[in-house]
């Protein structure tokens, strides 16, 4: 496995993810969609533990794609996973909690292109 493209297949989730919910995309939405609680975590803890969880994701995402995937089948493979995978357990866990469809959108939406952009960089660069 190629650990730099793995480390910025992360780095890419965890600023896909700082675009995706702040107020310029999707941020004002999906907190109202949860309800508009503020959360009051110290944002050094959130921050940290979502990095190790976007490297966590990298590093088994190129594990079941292997250490040379082509493009093509790797961002198809994040397609698959991120949407597929992710998204669809979202959706079952969603129904239960009697979340909204937007907010699935919203979730959802951010890991099939998470997913994607990890297959995207782990195609090119391998």
Known sequence: MNTWAIVLAAVSSFML?????????FGKVWNKENGGVE???HPAK????????SLLAAYCFAVWIGPAP??????????LAGFGF?????GINYQFAQRSFKLWLIDGGYHLVQFMLFGLILGLWH
Not at 18 to 24: D, I, N, T
């Open 86 to 90: 992710v998204a669809a357990s979202f």
């Open 46 to 53: 959130v921050f940290g533990i979502s990095f190790l969880f």
């Open 70 to 79: 082509d493009l093509l089948m790797a961002v198809h493979a994040g397609a």
């Open 39 to 41: 959360q009051n975590a």
């Open 17 to 25: 993810g700082g675009l995706w919910y702040s107020p310029l995309l």
